[in-house]
């Protein structure tokens, strides 16, 4: 499996190019981190070594590109270094977009604010008092729950959130581990606290575009664990990697099972989400994703770059 995302995560950095590129497979039902890989990479037997990982073109780009959108560091091959010494999944974040619309969802399931017969009205996006407008990817005219999820609906979910209230709100993303740190057994892990809303500081607006995975930002270990607990059933496993430790024998002298932190949502909204994202894979927006001979769950997630 670790070779498997590697392979891909190179494949889409020499087709089609990014500053970061990563991925997580993780067992859902235990927590367990099957594989994790990310691009850039470098030679653990010559980290210094950038050739290993880059072209020379490539590193002259990166310099050039920090240097031109700063003004007070002047950036070099030791910052790339660092950089690419970080693992992405863990110790950096970015922000999620609709993949959490899940959380916003099941949520308001499982508080009987909405339900599988509830509707929603898009219109293309929602007005705040002040004139403030916040768009829909598209106009979807009437949708029921299933729907929002399925064509991964902006309006409905602010509509939604307000439904839900800021305190409740950012008790949930709390609850869904957002701004908390996973535990996972790795080295630099950041909670990123301070890269989301709270009670004082979120407004209406600000409530919105959190409903939908914009305007605060997670890791992706985060997201993969909070991910995972809404579909498993309800429940939030501690992130780990490693499985066992041996001794030089190979005899066992530690056993590292999966490990309940909560429950995140009923075991009847968890179904209904699963069904809800087969679904999406199947008919919604989420269709690249399917797999012949498979039976493939699943939600889209992309944000803006400002």
């Known amino acids: 499996i670790q070779r498997i995302a590697e392979k891909y995560v190179d494949e889409f950095i020499d087709r089609v190019g990014a500053e970061n590129v990563a991925a997580i497979v993780m067992d859902p039902d235990s927590g367990e981190i099957l594989a994790m890989a990310s691009a850039p990479v470098f030679d653990c037997n010559s980290p210094n070594d950038l050739n290993a990982g880059m072209t020379k073109?490539?590193?002259?780009?990166?310099?050039?590109k920090k240097n031109s959108s700063s003004d007070d560091h002047e950036y070099t091959t030791g910052d790339l270094v660092y950089t690419i010494w970080r693992n992405y999944c863990v110790d950096d974040s970015f922000e999620p977009g609709s993949t959490t619309k899940t959380m916003t969802v099941a949520y308001a399931m499982d508080k009987n604010l909405v339900g599988d017969d509830s509707t929603f009205d898009c219109d293309g996006g929602q007005t705040y008092a002040d004139g403030t407008f916040v768009s829909c990817n598209a106009v979807h005219d009437t949708l029921s729950l299933r729907e929002t999820l399925m064509y991964s609906c902006n309006d409905a979910m602010m509509q939604i959130s307000d439904l839900i209230g800021k305190t409740d709100f950012t008790g949930m993303q709390k609850m869904f581990g957002l701004g908390q740190l996973t535990g996972?057994?790795?080295?630099?892990?950041?909670?990123?606290?301070n890269m989301i809303y709270h009670e004082d500081?979120?407004?209406?607006?600000?409530?919105?575009t959190s409903s939908f995975g914009q305007g605060y930002n997670a890791s992706?270990?985060?997201?993969?664990?909070?991910?995972?607990?809404?579909?498993?059933?309800?429940?939030?496993?501690?992130?780990?990697?490693?499985?066992?430790?041996?001794?030089?024998?190979?005899?066992?002298?530690?056993?590292?099972?999966?490990n309940l932190e909560r429950v995140t949502v009923s075991g009847e909204t968890s179904d209904w989400m699963l069904e809800t994202l087969y679904k999406t894979v199947e008919e919604g927006s989420g269709t690249p994703a399917?797999?012949?001979?498979?039976?493939?769950?699943?939600?889209?997630g992309t944000s803006e770059v400002g």
């Not at 996972?184 to 606290?193: A, V």
């Not at 985060?222 to 005899?251: C, M, T």
């Open 184 to 193: 996972i057994d790795l080295p630099g892990e950041e909670s990123w606290y």
């Open 290 to 300: 399917r797999v012949p001979g498979y039976r493939i769950a699943g939600k889209t």
């Open 57 to 64: 073109g490539e590193i002259a780009e990166w310099i050039e």
């Open 220 to 258: 992706m270990v985060q997201i993969v664990s909070a991910f995972s607990s809404i579909i498993n059933g309800g429940y939030y496993y501690r992130p780990h990697i490693v499985k066992e430790i041996l001794d030089d024998n190979g005899g066992t002298v530690e056993v590292f099972d999966k």
């Open 201 to 208: 500081t979120m407004g209406p607006v600000e409530l919105w």
